[in-house]
């Protein structure tokens, strides 16, 4: 896809992956930018304490902090550029694709979903109102019922 208006005006939104790009933050004993950033990516979704121990607790790992930095420095440095440029211009998706959005993920909206539906053959995007990034944890319920249409269960 290349990068258009509506989704150029949207990059701003992925500002908080700049920070990610450092082991140290990622790692921090006190991991404040990653509490903070999932309640804000969450839509103001406060993970119970202990699953979010066990998630940053994994990131607290110098070697797991440098991976997830990488991570997203190999997106911003080289992936989106290549986006941007409309490297993956001519892909096309024959698989068929259902993108579930929670309407309170600040970063992925559904401006993002914008000129998609050119580059899959079978594609389909539902808004959940009231959820945010973390749809898996929010709307379990919903995710499974998804998956199982989907699947065919």
Do not use: C
């Not at 000129?115 to 808004?127: C, L, N, Q, V």
């Amino acid at each position: 896809m290349k990068l258009d208006g509506p989704n150029l005006r949207h990059a701003w939104a992925y500002y908080y992956q700049f920070p990610l790009m450092f082991p140290r933050i990622i790692g921090s004993p006190a991991q404040r930018y990653q509490r903070w950033l999932t309640r804000w990516s969450g839509g103001g979704y406060d993970w119970p304490a202990e699953d979010a121990e066990i998630y940053l607790s994994r990131l607290r790992d110098p070697a797991r902090a440098f991976a997830g930095s990488q991570w997203y420095r190999t997106f911003l440095t080289s992936e989106f550029l290549s986006w941007s440029r409309g490297e993956y211009a001519d892909a096309h998706v024959e698989v068929p694709l259902r993108w579930v959005t929670g309407l309170k993920d600040p970063a992925i909206t559904p401006v993002l979903h914008h000129g998609y539906e050119t580059y899959a053959s079978d594609i389909a995007f539902e808004h959940i109102p009231d959820v945010g990034h973390w749809i898996v944890e929010q709307a379990h319920d919903l995710v499974l019922e998804r998956l199982r249409s989907y699947l065919g269960h």
